[in-house]
């Protein structure tokens, strides 16, 4: 219904002030101060906040602005938002890394000293509330053209069965023709592998043994040391290592194939953290194998932590080598084989295989690692699914696990062409994963074709969907205004305030306990519809409340004392003043963001029972439906007005041997 003003207020507005000033300034910029007036009247009425929402600025100190790439809400309350160096190639040269704590329940905020520099790394929510991080940035791109000395790749081999050698940042390499190239950082060759081959003569005798060593092998950027063609290079050769003496200058060496002035792509790192959100600082652990720089992590049923895909430490693509961390060890072992594009959006299903949607945020060939399926991380067997419209648009897409997740549908929304691509969709998709053979099917299109589009699943099973751009990084002033529900039940969208501030590029958004939608960042390319103007990265931190905080406060639901986990049974039983309100409940992961990528949100229904003065909810035993961790848990209302959430631990599942042990 559309929302009409009073004749009260058209007086107001367009009395005899307004009607001097239209006469004074003759027609458009009179018009535009008169709609933006009415339009500010427009959204602060209540009948207009109850039936659309709302949105704030809220006001962040100078000294706490960021380049927020990262979001994580933890179960404090409080939100980690993370730049690392931000995008900001200054930033990286001083060695400046920034993460900010936000307490969105008093809106303060803390600056974290922050070890290295995790811009663009990947986070995933580990089973004790800590957040996982691992990778992010070595050294930043040189795009074509600007590459003045020839780089690539060095394979460097140790030949010694003995001991490990370690090269330090720059080591110099020396060509068979006496060009010298320099190593970007330290690397350590672990030593040979020593087999002994036992063998028999043919009257049973045995033979001797031999020994046979294969050498080892790492990897290393270098780059030549002088400018000029001269260090051009296309075909393989062996690198003397300059410094090296007596056996080890014989046992270890350098291969290249390719060395060239094209261009030089980011370049990953393999450290990795868990954040403590009790003790509020990062907290190292054992490092990853491989470098990784856009990875995805994603929690497993069992609670460890899967690491796939990135642009490692020579600025590839990694080809497949996937890692699992173990929480408890606080160690990396081999995961699957598998190649995906950067920043792959992988969920975890039903029976604990991952659903790859498509979505990514680039990197990569167009023709590879680009087709939505099922994997089965235990087989490393992958399903693909069939039916997406615009199949060649899901670079920044948007997806997620449709509530509540006992549904086991996913929805893909929006996104553009590979690349810098102008292409955008309007497209959302509905893969049901109960169906026989599961395939999407088209959902109802978005107003426009939008990238980097937010969505957030709220406590009355809603999607709310934000932002988003509708071409490569805003060009051409593309940001959208505009935002939307999406209601599953219905399978249709419906109307939201807009907002004020655009969200394109390295954009998040997330839920917080009290039901507010919380949104940051934005990293336009351009600044003007020209496209003359480089853009700013968006600081501002804006807040949405839903419809169901407008309502009456006094009958929103509340939740009393109750425990902080579920006992063996799956239950946790709450007081409440009046359970009778009480006809939900949602236990609802918190998300940890980035680059449009959110695999953690998840809303799971929960068993409900009333008594006199309480309620007892109670939980899926299923860690594939629910993977271990902290979650918030809401009640909410018959017309979809939560409470303010509770939080409460899921424990990992014990192992089956342990578990049949104690029985």
Known sequence: MAYRPSKKFKKTVLGTGAVVLLVGLNAPAAMSFAEDKYHAYKIAQPEYKAQYGAWSLIGIPDEYKINAMH?????????LMIAGSGNNQKNFDKGTFDTILWDPATDTFKKIPTPEDFFCSGHTQLPDGRLLVAGGTARYEVLDGKVTRAGGGMRVKNESPDKAVKLKKGTRFRSPSGVEYVSRFDVTVP???????????????????????????????????????????TEAAQYEVIGLKGKDADNVYGLAERLSVAKQDFQGIKAAYEFDPKAEKYIPVNPMKDARWYPTLVTLADGRALAVSGLNDVGDVVPGDN?????????????????????????????????????????????????????????????????????????????????????QKVMVLGGGGVGESAKATGRTAIVDLKAGTPAFRDGPRLPQGTRYLSSVILPDDSVFTSGGAADYRGRGASDIHKAQFYWPKGDKFTVAADPTVGR??????LLLPDGRVATFGSDPLFADKDNTKLGKFEHRLEVYSPPYLHRDPALRPALGTGPQEFDQKGRATFKTAAPDRIVRARLMRPSAVTHTTDV?????????????????????????????GWYMLFVTAADGTPSTAKWVQVKTPKPAKEAAEED
């Open 504 to 509: 394109n590029y390295h954009s998040e958004s």
């Open 600 to 628: 953690e949100q998840r809303s799971i229904e929960l068993g409900l029972t009333k008594s006199r003065d309480a309620v007892t909810v109670t939980v899926p035993q299923d860690p594939s439906l629910v993977p271990p």
């Open 71 to 79: 979001a994580a809400l933890l179960h404090t309350g409080k939100v």
């Open 323 to 407: 890692e699992i961390y173990d929480p408890r060890t606080k160690k990396w072992s081999k995961g699957p084989f598998r190649y995906f594009p950067t920043y792959p959006a992988l969920f975890l299903t039903k029976g604990g295989k991952l659903l790859y949607t498509g979505s990514n945020a680039g990197y990569g060939p167009a023709t590879k690692g680009r087709v939505p399926g099922l994997w089965d991380v235990a087989t490393n067997k992958f399903e693909p699914v069939k039916g997406l419209t615009d199949p060649d648009q899901l670079e920044t897409s948007s997806s997620l696990l449709l509530p509540p997740a006992q549904d």
């Open 191 to 233: 030593k040979a592998k020593r087999e002994f081959e036992i063998s028999y003569a043919r009257s049973g005798r045995m033979l001797p043994w031999k020994t046979k060593v294969t050498a080892a092998e790492s990897r290393v950027f270098v780059e030549a040391v002088q400018a000029g063609a001269q260090g051009l290079t």
